[in-house]
């Protein structure tokens, strides 16, 4: 039990004081509540000596007072305790997000974002039960049961023996419920993740899904996997069904011997009528400790089960780290990237690792140096490796160690937060959030005055279309940019580029989705811009890449071609056949 306890002991630790007082509160509240049948007791056997109505006040008065008392501090125990729970939710739920913004981009290759989501919410939900509640309940019945025994044993051994004769069942019967319980609500929770990922899935690809008509098919999968998800729950509500009434039972066989022994030991004046109501008071307010027993086990094997699933998210480590930055580390960026005998190969996925097989090669020995302040593009038949290429500039992937360089050092020397912060990305998949198209273009300076905004979108060519929005840059760009057209998110993304005004530009086929006359604008535009600055950018258009100072022709992730517009098209190897059939097809739009 202890081990499965030991990630969430750091969150307690810094709560140490409160839980400290808590647990004072609960062995005050439960100390106080067993004196009521103390109080009781004495009632009984004083009044039998004769009743007064000074005998009545003082006794109604110290039972009100035990009662009073007792609510006072099961008010500070479940405030104390409970406010815990919430704090070291609140923690945990922070320190989640925060290990989760620091993986790499592989580890969201491997995993479904609904399975993410599902563990950020109902999971936690879960382990805050288990701090809160699972912890406070346990450490009541454990107060109380130990107060209570100490003064059953006091008043009858033999009696007390009988009391608890069925706890060894019990015990058994735990044990066996909590193997069960913890195995049932793994698989419900990994069902639950299912059917997050799934639900998370069809509405991000919900015009996909309409325009092939497929929402009768995919309402049918998801009732399938709503109908397994219930029949795994109601598995386990049998399972807590059988737990309390069995519970329920062995307290009752308890309660039955007393009463029956018990009332034996009062006929023959071995126990007196007080001792023997203390007895029975004792046993009655056992009743709902043990019974909530079986409730905190639940909750335990729940809390635990989803700790674990948590845990696995903390286990992973990001791939790329700042452990090869020196000690004095680079504190600019000029803007020269070279690559130095670069090979690379994604890492192996989970699933292939036991295939003992090397993942295949996507770059193979790329040596080419881009001067700071200069251009290059990167054209290629599909595959070829040009957007694995670029992403290792900003370290979305590791290459091998002194294979990517900038200024001349390795790039690994570069503190993360310097090198992304010099480097204007925008990948081949634009991402805009649910937000105005103003805090897109300033996502990565969100400091950044109106005016800046403005230049970057005019920069961009996008920002006479914005104006014509009746909100214009106050608009709300819908979920991942719903309401604008592709070329329209392309350009607002490379605004976002462009705002912070970075030393390097990579653009990975960021203007696919506009046409020539825009395509043009935004070139002359980045050409002023980019003066003194690195710009390295994909396309599969000449147009787009007949300017650069240099044009790297990649093909089965080989540079086979290297040179400028004029030098690559009088080789007449892949690239003059690509300008020529480009040719050829604006010769024919012209007709």
């Known amino acids: 039990m202890i081990a499965r306890l030991r990630p969430l002991f750091p969150y307690m630790k810094k709560y140490r004081g409160t839980l400290l007082f808590g647990a004072v509160c609960v062995l005050l509240n439960n100390g106080v509540w067993i004196l009521f049948a103390q109080v009781l007791s004495r009632a009984i056997n004083d009044l039998n000596l004769g009743v007064s109505r000074h005998k009545l006040v003082t006794y109604s008065f110290l039972l009100l007072a035990v009662a009073g008392t007792k609510g006072i501090f099961q008010f500070l125990t479940r405030w104390l305790m409970i406010g815990v729970s919430r704090e070291i939710e609140f923690d945990l739920r922070n320190d989640l997000f925060r290990h989760l913004e620091g993986l790499s981009y592989s580890y969201y290759q491997r995993t479904r974002t609904g399975d993410v989501m599902a563990k950020a919410t109902n999971d936690l939900n879960a382990v805050r039960m288990l701090i809160g509640p699972a912890i406070m309940y346990s450490a009541n019945t454990f107060a109380f049961m130990s107060g209570a025994l100490f003064f059953m044993l006091h008043i009858s051994p033999k009696l007390t023996l009988y009391a608890f004769a069925p706890l060894p069942i019990a015990s058994i019967v735990i044990q066996y419920f909590s193997k069960q319980i913890h195995e049932r609500f793994e698989r419900i929770q990994a069902m639950f993740s299912d059917i997050t990922a799934r639900v998370q899935e069809n509405l991000s690809g919900v015009r996909v899904i309409r325009a092939f008509v497929q929402e009768d098919p995919e309402i ?73 027993l079986g409730w905190v086990i639940n909750i335990f094997q729940r809390g635990t089960a989803s700790m674990a699933r948590i845990q696995q998210i903390f286990d992973e480590k990001s791939e790329i780290t700042d452990a090869d930055v020196p000690f004095h580390p680079p504190t600019e960026v000029t803007g020269t990237i070279e690559f130095r005998d670069l090979t690379f190969a994604y890492p192996p996925r989970a699933e292939d690792a036991d295939k003992h097989t090397d993942p295949p090669l996507v770059l193979k020995n790329v040596n080419l140096t881009v001067p700071a302040g200069t251009s290059l593009a990167i054209v290629g038949p599909t595959g070829s490796g040009k957007s694995t290429l670029v992403n290792l500039i900003p370290r979305i992937y ?86 604008l057209s592709g070329g329209q998110k392309q350009r607002t993304a490379i605004a976002r580029a462009l705002i912070r005004n970075p030393k390097i530009l990579v653009l990975d086929d960021a203007l696919a989705s506009v046409d020539t006359q825009t395509e043009d604008r935004i070139l002359n535009h980045l050409r002023r811009l980019m003066q003194g600055r690195t710009t ?36 007449n190897g892949y690239y003059t056949e690509l300008y020529n059939k480009q040719l050829l097809e604006e010769e024919l739009e012209t007709v």
């Open 220 to 292: 049918a999968r998801f009732e399938a996997a709503n109908d397994e998800y219930i029949h795994r729950s109601l598995r386990l509500v049998r399972l807590m069904g059988m737990l309390w009434p069995t519970l329920e039972l062995m307290l009752g066989l308890s309660i039955i011997l007393v009463l029956w022994l018990g009332g034996r030991e009062v006929l023959t004046h071995r126990i007196n009528l007080g001792d023997f109501v203390a007895f029975n008071i004792y046993m009655v307010q056992l009743t709902w400790p043990i019974i909530a």
């Open 536 to 571: 390295v950018f994909i396309s599969h258009r000449v147009s787009t890449v007949r300017n650069a100072d240099q044009i790297a022709v990649l093909e089965n992730g080989q540079i086979v071609e290297l040179g400028t517009h004029d030098e690559l098209v009088a080789k």
């Open 398 to 483: 590791d290459a091998a160690p002194n294979s990517v360089l900038i200024d001349g050092r390795p790039i690994r020397e570069f503190p993360l937060e310097l090198l992304r912060k010099n480097v204007g990305f925008v990948p081949q998949e634009t991402f805009l959030f649910s937000d105005t198209i103003r805090e897109n273009i300033a996502f990565g300076a969100p400091d950044a005055p109106d005016t800046e905004i403005r230049a970057a979108a005019e920069a961009a060519s996008i920002a006479a279309e914005i104006e014509e929005f009746p909100e214009s840059f106050n608009t709300v760009v819908g979920e991942r940019g719903i309401t």
